[in-house]
């Protein structure tokens, strides 16, 4: 059985940095996809980063670029997400994704395996 559970949510000011953390069991973090996304209240689900298998490739939303930074430890077999520089419009419950195959930029829905979501919360 996949779970991804996700932890490191939280509040920061403006300005800040937050890191969140995605633990897998039942799948390896490095035999596919492994993706970031978010949703804001009112508004659709939103891919935030992906990372191809082996983290040989990574991808970003264009504003987020620059200011979050996608991982993966094959050896804790997580996946992180580091953000710095939070704007007002970043704070969203946030999810981590899997799934196989060699296309990770894709729709959410293309995801298998989806975590609890974790909040973050930016304050002006």
Do not use: H
């Not at 897998?24 to 935030?48: L, Q, T």
């Not at 264009?62 to 953000?83: A, E, H, P, W």
């Not at 710095?84 to 195959?101: H, I, K």
Request: hydrophobic share 30%; with cysteine; charged share 15%.
């Amino acid at each position: 059985q996949v779970q991804l559970v996700e932890s490191g949510g939280g509040s920061v000011q403006a300005g800040g940095s937050l890191s969140l953390s995605c633990a897998a069991s039942g799948y390896s973090v490095s035999s596919g996809c492994m993706g970031w996304f978010r949703r804001a209240p009112g508004k659709e689900r939103e891919r935030v980063a992906a990372i191809s298998s082996r983290g040989v490739y990574t991808y970003y939303t264009d504003s987020v670029k620059g200011r979050f930074t996608i991982s993966q430890d094959n050896v804790q077999n997580t996946l992180y997400l580091r953000m710095s520089s939070l704007r007002p419009a970043d704070p969203a419950m946030y999810y981590c994704a899997a799934r196989s195959g060699v296309f990770c930029d894709i729709a959410p829905q293309e995801y298998r395996y989806w975590g609890q979501g974790t909040q973050v919360t930016v304050s002006s």
